[in-house]
């Protein structure tokens, strides 16, 4: 009877460990505590934290993260979704999270300085735990004007304080500041609790600010940003294309002095105060840039204000805007300055409003028993015809004096014999050498340069030196000189060998007439030129009064 039993026992125990290790197998239920571990084989969707996540979410399965179990499916179980991450996640049936339908950027340790929709200032690895970084004090931020539609955005950050701003702005504008809802983690880790911070934006923003502007590091371990809308190309930087004169300047003065130019064009806007020969000044405010023209540009006119573009170029210290176009001009017209007169009058046949290339006549009128004695335009004396008249083409404005005697008084008849400079062949830099300007006038230069201007220098390696010599004793004598030195001194000879000073005429970077008048008592008939100062005289033309 007992064996019976015994055999009846065995039997029913055999029976029962069947029935268990059926229950054990299923796969259609798990308590609401279990945990999928980090190494189940079988998933719908992966999201990795060792680079960021871009993903479109669409999906019924909850997800728990950063939450911990109390018991665990062995390493062969399998599940319908499982998360790869350095973290604890968890699976839970019990718990319904709603699915998000849009777009998730994901960014953590690994790539948070690696998405170029992104500007971050300031925000560092933090290099004694890898999983943070670290936004640091005083104004560190994070931001995007690219990610369109977002949402809300959420920072898992370690510890509690509230240390972190969001702005829906470009700025820390505080209109637009996002305030957000705290959620405490508790990390399986670490004993201390971290804070997710959620920031939902009423109306979906294309721009947001995230900025740390406490006296204290933050240090963050994610940061999702849900958004429905895209991520934008990033806008082609500005380029630097309308500019004033000073900032031409400042280009042209960073370039090589051996001839460096841009590869770029710039367009630059000012009023033409000056032609020299093949270049043009151009002037705005209290700049001014030389243009090079290699032949003449209809419409670049004194007085004229005009748009160029063209490339900045740095020739040997001297900022040029060259190969460029006129884009645009505003005319000018000119007006006549009528000096007061003794004695006598100047009628003009036009004296105001007058256009680029028009052409006025000037008569000088004296009263009776008084006879014209000289006219002068710019101060430079003129050779007037038998009605005392002249006429010329307006190309700036002009100021005209006239001087009358009495017709008691004898005077010689002179003439007035004017050179330019451009109108002969060009000599050789710092030579020394001798040009005839006609049977009169002959100029000789030392260390100088006789080409479209005649270019008196004066350094430690160049003191140039001109001599102009006239076969007739000299009256007067006027220059249109200008550029980068203060004075121009001028000396008298009878001789060629021994010089006296006349007088030290001052110079500016505009070209004037500088004028030596009523010297023939002297009878000089060598003038000789000398710089004062550090730099350069350029003189354009010259002309001298000798007797007829």
């Known amino acids: 009877m007992k064996k019976i039993n015994l055999l009846s026992a065995l039997f029913l125990c055999t029976i029962l460990a069947s029935c268990a290790s059926e229950n054990t197998s299923s796969s259609s239920s798990y308590s609401s505590s279990s945990t999928i571990s980090s190494s189940s084989s079988s998933s719908s969707s992966t999201i990795s934290s060792s680079s960021f996540v871009v993903s479109s979410v669409s999906s019924s399965s909850t997800i728990s993260s950063s939450s911990t179990s109390s018991s665990s499916i062995s390493n062969s179980s399998t599940s319908s979704s499982s998360i790869s991450s350095s973290s604890s996640s968890s699976i839970s049936s019990s718990t319904s999270v709603p699915s998000y339908e849009g777009n998730i950027l994901s960014l953590n340790s690994k790539n948070f300085n690696s998405v170029d929709a992104l500007v971050l200032n300031n925000i560092t690895p933090n290099t004694q735990y890898e999983s943070e970084f670290t936004f640091a004090k005083n104004g560190s931020y994070l931001s995007s004007k690219r990610i369109t539609e977002i949402e809300k955005i959420e920072v898992l950050v370690y510890g509690t304080y509230d240390n972190l701003k969001m702005y829906a702005s470009e700025n820390a504008d505080e209109e637009k500041l996002i305030t957000a809802t705290k959620e405490e983690k508790t990390s399986e880790n670490e004993a201390q609790n971290n804070v997710l911070y959620t920031y939902s934006f009423d109306t979906p923003t294309d721009v947001f600010y995230l900025t740390n502007p406490s006296t204290y590091n933050v240090q963050v371990f994610t940061i999702d940003i849900y958004y429905k809308g895209q991520i934008n190309d990033a806008e082609p930087e500005p380029v630097e294309k309308d500019i004033t004169i000073s900032r031409a300047l400042e280009i042209g003065n960073a370039l090589s002095s051996s001839r460096g130019t841009t590869e770029t064009t710039y367009i630059i806007n000012g009023v033409v105060t000056n032609i020299s020969g093949k270049e043009v000044t151009i ?16 419409n670049l006119y004194i007085g004229y204000s005009v748009a160029l573009e063209g490339k900045i170029q740095n020739y040997y210290g001297k900022i040029e805007i060259v190969e460029f176009t006129l884009l645009d001009y505003l005319a000018a017209t000119y007006n006549v300055d009528l000096q007061e007169f003794e004695n006598g009058i100047v009628n003009v046949s036009k004296s105001s409003d007058i256009n680029y290339g028009e052409e006025i006549t000037l008569t000088a009128v004296p009263n009776e028993g008084y006879k014209v004695l000289s006219l002068f335009i710019d101060n430079e004396r003129q050779n007037l015809d038998e009605n005392n008249s002249i006429s010329l083409i307006m190309t700036h404005n002009i100021s005209v004096k006239a001087e009358f005697i009495s017709n008691d008084v004898v005077i010689e008849e002179t003439v007035t014999l004017k050179y330019v400079f451009a109108d002969y062949p060009a000599g050789t830099q710092y030579a020394t050498e001798t040009h005839k300007l006609d049977e009169n006038t002959s100029i000789s230069t030392e260390k100088a340069h006789f080409t479209s201007e005649l270019r008196l220098y004066n350094s430690s390696t160049n003191d140039s030196v001109a001599t102009i010599h006239s076969a007739k004793p000299i009256k007067s004598i006027y220059f249109n000189a200008g550029y ?37 008592e002297s009878s000089y008939t060598y003038i000789k030129l000398d710089v004062t100062g550090s730099k350069q005289v350029r003189i354009k033309d010259f002309s001298i009064v000798v007797a007829k």
Do not use: C, H, R
């Open 484 to 520: 980068s030195a203060s004075e121009l001194s001028v000396y008298g000879s009878t001789d060629g060998e021994t010089f006296e000073l006349i007088s030290a005429l001052v110079t500016t970077s505009a070209y004037k007439v500088l004028s030596l008048e009523n010297i023939e």
């Open 283 to 298: 002037t705005q405010d209290d700049s001014s840039i030389i243009a090079y023209v290699p032949t003449p540009v209809e």
